[in-house]
């Protein structure tokens, strides 16, 4: 433990107070940051704490989570927000509030909810301003890396998109060569790929040689399992298992890492399989039905999710095709009782079929881009296990500046 570290109570270290009511009617357009119990939740025309500013998920499924913002904001009643930070960094405090075991002093009632009088006793070791800057400093490098990982891997991702959506929903190429131009920002090459008319089809107009057809004539369609629970032996191995939870919340495209993992003998002794990297995960049933995500590595799957593989080795085209075509699967799932996506759901759908050659060249120019994108995730995902790892031990003083400094480099 570090010395020379003053002993505070969270009361004497910063002070609380419960947010504000905002409803629909009286929230006003502008730009400033409501703040709730889940973090940003929309925007007002006006605010009620300035930034930098901290504010703890008071009630709600978010209860307990803490959030930064860089503005001034709208603290929401679902939180409570620091009105005085003491003297002491802001940026600490949001780190400091991370470490606490605040879910133990729930006030009680019959709704979970966040009392500051019940958390203001709890117990602090806080150090000098000097040495908050510094940790905060730390701690912030690694953050604002992760972000810029993630904005990004988000910018690469909208740019295949993009180019998806040119070529084979809106159909600029066919478009431009109907009109008598060449496509613009295309080869002769690539051009050549595309027809030059159209024709009718049950989707309206599509280009002149392509198909109406189902997902399932360009995916298979892979489901899941969950190795029996009570058997030791078939957890916490080297394989990862990819649930719908670990689908609903990633906070990235690609998925490289899963909360639980199974050995082996839990591949072997139940339904789940291998699911081949560059698969999309779409969850299937339950209130995040229509999530997905992009494999970046092999893994296995439960039965709450379906994988889709591409039949015409172009994996990132079936991603970009799915992630047009999710919300249609998800309205096609509603009425009945869990709003489950099911075989029939795709089975039933109904989407344009680009030639091959067309596909082949997207991919080519699109998988590059994805990798990064997996790249990056993966990068991400190891910043963020050292500032977790780091984190409660800088704020308690168990580990020095010096120490956490090489381990970040």
Not at 115 to 144: H, K, T, W
Not at 261 to 270: D, F, H
Not at 302 to 312: G, H, V
Not at 358 to 380: K, M, Y
């Amino acid at each position: 433990m570090s010395s020379g570290w003053a002993v505070r109570t969270l009361g004497e270290f910063t002070r609380l107070q419960r947010g504000h009511d905002l409803t629909a009617s009286e929230q006003l357009d502008g730009s400033v940051p409501v703040m709730g119990s889940a973090g940003p939740n929309g925007t007002h025309g006006e605010a009620l704490a300035p930034g930098p500013g901290v504010v703890i998920g008071r009630s709600g499924a978010s209860i307990c989570r803490v959030h930064y913002s860089e503005v001034d904001y709208w603290p929401h009643n679902t939180c409570l927000y620091v009105t005085d930070f003491l003297g002491n960094n802001q940026r600490f405090t949001y780190y400091l509030l991370q470490t606490l075991n605040l879910a133990g002093y729930n006030s009680g009632s019959a709704q979970p909810s966040l009392n500051r009088n019940f958390i203001y006793s709890i117990p602090l070791r806080v150090p000098s301003r000097g040495e908050q800057d510094e940790i905060a400093a730390l701690l912030r490098a690694l953050d604002d890396r992760i972000a810029l990982l993630r904005e990004t891997n988000a910018t690469l991702e909208a740019i295949a998109q993009a180019l998806f959506k040119s070529w084979f929903v809106d159909f600029d190429p066919v478009r431009a060569k109907q009109q008598g131009f060449a496509p613009a920002g295309m080869d002769e090459a690539t051009a050549a790929l595309f027809p030059d008319s159209f024709e009718s089809s049950a989707l309206g107009l599509v280009p002149a040689g392509w198909q109406v057809g189902s997902i399932l004539d360009r995916a298979y369609l892979h489901s899941g399992g969950t190795p029996k629970t009570d058997r030791e032996d078939y957890w916490g191995g080297g394989i990862p298992w990819a649930s719908a939870k670990d689908v609903s919340q990633s906070r990235d495209l690609a998925l490289v890492g899963t909360g639980r993992t199974i050995t082996e003998l839990g591949l072997a002794e139940s339904a789940t399989r291998m699911i081949p990297a560059r698969a999309t995960v779409v969850v299937a049933r339950g209130a995040t039905t229509g999530r997905l995500v992009f494999l970046g590595r092999e893994m296995a799957m439960n039965q709450t999710c379906y994988a889709l593989t591409t039949k015409a080795g172009t994996p990132v085209a079936l991603h970009c095709m799915l992630r047009r075509e999710i919300d249609a699967l998800v309205n096609a799932a509603h009425g009945s009782v869990f709003d489950t996506i099911t075989t029939n759901t795709f089975a039933r759908s109904k989407v344009v079929q680009p030639s091959q050659i067309a596909l082949e060249r997207f991919e080519e120019l699109a998988a590059p881009l994805f990798e990064r994108v997996v790249e990056g995730t993966s990068a991400a995902q190891t910043l963020a296990t050292l500032r977790d790892t780091l984190l409660p031990r800088l704020i308690s003083g168990q580990l020095r500046l010096p120490e956490a400094e090489a381990l970040a480099a």
